[in-house]
Each structure stands twice: as C-alpha cells, then as structure tokens.
C-alpha cells in the first residue's frame, strides 16, 4: 500500500488499530475460551471501547498490554459481552403458546422429554419452563420425565440461575399465587423452590460449539443471536436443528428471524410468537 505524505498518520493508524482490535479478539478465545467469529464486528467494538474506556487505555494497542497485564480484566470484558437482561415469563404470548399448544404434546411422548433453555442468563426463562411444565404435567411428571438443560457462556450469570433467589421486583411479572407456590420468602428475597430447580441441569456452555445433547423436543434460544453476525447465527441455528429429534420445536427472540439454511429447513408455525419445527420426517 502507497500512502500520500498527508494520508499516512491517520491510515495507519487505523490499520494499526484495526489490527489490535483482532488481536484483543484472538486473545478472548485463547485466554477465556470464547469463540468470537460468530459475533458482529460492530457489537464487539461497541463493548470493547467500554472496557477501553474503564480501563483508561483509550486505544487498543494499550488495552492487549493492559490484558497482558492484568489477566483479570478478562472477567471483566466477558462480562460486558454478555448482556444478561431477562424476565420471567418474557413475552407472554410465547409461553402461552409452550403451555397451550407444545407441553400437551409432550405428555404423550413415549421418550423422557429434553427441553433446552440456550443463554437462559440469571435462570428466569429456565425456571419459568419449569413453572408450565409443573402446570402441565402435574402429578404424571414422575412417570413421564422432564428435563431441562439450562446453558449461558456467563460463569455469573449461570451462579444466579443456580441459586434461584430473586427480588421482588424480579417477580413482578407473575401473580401472588404462582409466586406463593413457587418460591419461598427469605427476608427481602425469593428462593425458588427445590422441585422446581430439580428438573433443570444447568451448564456453562458457549453457542459457537456443538451441543451436549442430541434429541431434544424443545429448545429456546430467544434474545441471544442478537450480537452474533449472519454466518454466526445460521451456524448457531444449524446446530439446534441437527440436536433436535425430528418433530421438535425451536423458539427465537420476537425480533429475531432465521436466514440463510436454517430459514429453509425449519417449519415457520407461528410468526409472532417465532414458533418453529424440524419436520417430522426431515430431508436429512
Ligand atoms: C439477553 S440474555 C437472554 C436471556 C433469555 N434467553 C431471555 O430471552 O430473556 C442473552 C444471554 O446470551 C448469553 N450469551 C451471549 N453469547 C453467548 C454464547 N456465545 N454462548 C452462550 N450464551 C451466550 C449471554 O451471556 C446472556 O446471558
């Protein structure tokens, strides 16, 4: 490359910067385990420059000496990369349709049921599903198993949704009945109840690689795919097809679509609450 006298300083660098940039990108997946191709260049940098600028190193260059450094600040920069927002019962016309339409199925499964909360953050989606399963299933949950496997990529996140203790102001989404039935008051705060959490297997797992478990008649992965890039999601999205048994379900965020591969092989069943299907009898 050929530079004008006038251009070079700024060029470079740019491209010097551009270049430490996929170098603080190399350095997460090496040091904290994070694959971060599948994520947006501009999500990545949106999240960096906060960690740039609470570190004080303002550039990239300074910041991977920073990281050298102080090998901690990983904990930190994964924990900005995660954004952990959630509610129970998110968007209630989704669960309505997993309590109506999906867990009725499922209690003519001759299989034990697999159901899986992917990025389920601090446990508010997991424990909502065990909330309906309990609902649906009742007293036949013995003879007719139900698991939840429960997986966030946030070692803290996924503490939180270990212990299960929430605010009040976490539970305002649901009636004093189900909060009396499902949760025990312990001062201030809310602990799930155990024949609750009994039924969920959390896990710390990151998207990028290939599931745990294969047969699954249900998985979530709503609000996640949001920071990953187009290549990123389909890759993600192919995966859930391939873990889940034939016939199974895949629900995504309400703002989320599927593209690509994935938007072919998939069933759409309900465009508003993004409901979808692995044929009965796939193609392969
Ligand atoms: C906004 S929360 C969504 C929580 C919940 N699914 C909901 O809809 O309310 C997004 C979660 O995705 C997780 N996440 C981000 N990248 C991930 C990855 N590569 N693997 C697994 N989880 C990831 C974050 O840690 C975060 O807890």
Not at 46 to 64: H, K, P, S, V
Not at 77 to 90: A, E, G, K, M, S
Request: aromatic share 14%; hydrophobic share 35%.
């Amino acid at each position: 490359m050929v530079l004008e006298q006038t251009q070079k300083p700024e060029v470079l660098q740019n491209y010097l910067e551009e270049s430490a940039f996929n170098k603080v990108k190399r350095m997460i997946t090496e040091s904290a385990g994070l694959n971060t191709s599948g994520y947006r260049d501009e999500y990545l940098k949106r999240r960096f420059e906060i960690r740039l600028r609470a570190t004080g190193t303002n550039t990239y260059a300074r910041y991977i000496i920073y990281l050298k450094k102080h090998p901690e600040e990983f904990t930190n920069l994964l924990n900005d990369l995660t954004i952990n927002y959630t509610t129970f019962f998110r968007d209630g016309d989704v669960y309505q349709y997993i309590e109506k339409k999906l867990l009725p199925k499922f209690l003519f499964s001759k299989n034990p049921v697999k159901i899986w909360s992917a990025g389920c953050a601090s446990g508010e989606e997991p424990y909502s599903l065990s909330i309906l399963v309990h609902k649906v299933f009742g007293p036949s949950l013995s003879r007719n198993p139900v698991t939840i496997f429960a997986s966030d990529i946030d070692k803290d996140a996924l503490t939180k949704a270990q212990n299960g203790v929430y605010t009040a102001r976490q539970l305002s989404t649901m009636d004093q009945r189900t909060i009396e039935k499902y949760f025990t008051k312990e001062g201030e705060s809310y602990q799930v109840k155990d024949f609750l959490k009994s039924i969920i297997k959390f896990e710390q797992f990151d998207l990028m690689k290939t599931p745990m478990h294969v047969n699954l008649d249900l998985i979530l992965c709503r609000n996640v795919m949001i920071y990953f890039s187009k290549e990123g999601q389909q890759h993600i999205h192919m995966n859930f097809y391939r873990a889940l048994r034939d016939g199974g379900y895949f629900i995504t965020g309400k703002s989320e679509i599927l593209s690509g591969e994935p938007a072919q092989v998939f069933t759409a069943l309900d465009y508003i609450t993004r409901v979808y299907q692995k044929p009965a009898k796939p193609l392969f």
